[in-house]
């Protein structure tokens, strides 16, 4: 049961992390001054928004998950079936982020879960 949950952190606090983050970034706005002032311009703004904070404490959650499942089970196991980010990122962008996905991306997310899934029964 351990595993499953470490499992789940890994996929879901993970990617909603992700998808924080990336939120946080859309209401930054784009950056394309590089330079060092520019970049802590933006780091200034980016550190007001809430979405950016809840973003790192979900990806540290995840991060940590992932430390205590590749402790018990191996890497070519772990990496497989974290692949499932695929589909939580997926609806993620597409019900909190309101991004459009075509035919070809949810074939994409299909053809990973099936991967997933061989990797799951080759397993047993």
């Not at 209401?27 to 904070?53: N, P, Y």
């Not at 019900?95 to 899934?117: K, M, P």
């Amino acid at each position: 049961m351990l595993r499953f949950v470490c499992f789940f952190l890994v996929v879901v606090a993970g990617t909603a992390g992700e998808l924080c983050i990336s939120r946080a970034m859309k209401e930054a706005g784009e950056v394309h001054d590089f330079r060092l002032g520019a970049l802590l311009q933006v780091a200034r703004r980016v550190a007001r928004i809430k979405w950016i904070w809840i973003g790192l404490l979900l990806m540290t959650i995840g991060f940590f998950a992932l430390l205590g499942i590749l402790s018990v089970e191996n890497v070519s196991f772990v990496v497989p079936v974290t692949a499932m980010s695929y589909v939580v990122g997926g609806l993620g962008g597409m019900l909190f982020l309101g991004e459009r996905l075509d035919r070809s991306r949810w074939t994409g997310i299909l053809l990973v879960c099936l991967g997933v899934a061989l990797v799951i029964l080759g397993r047993h």
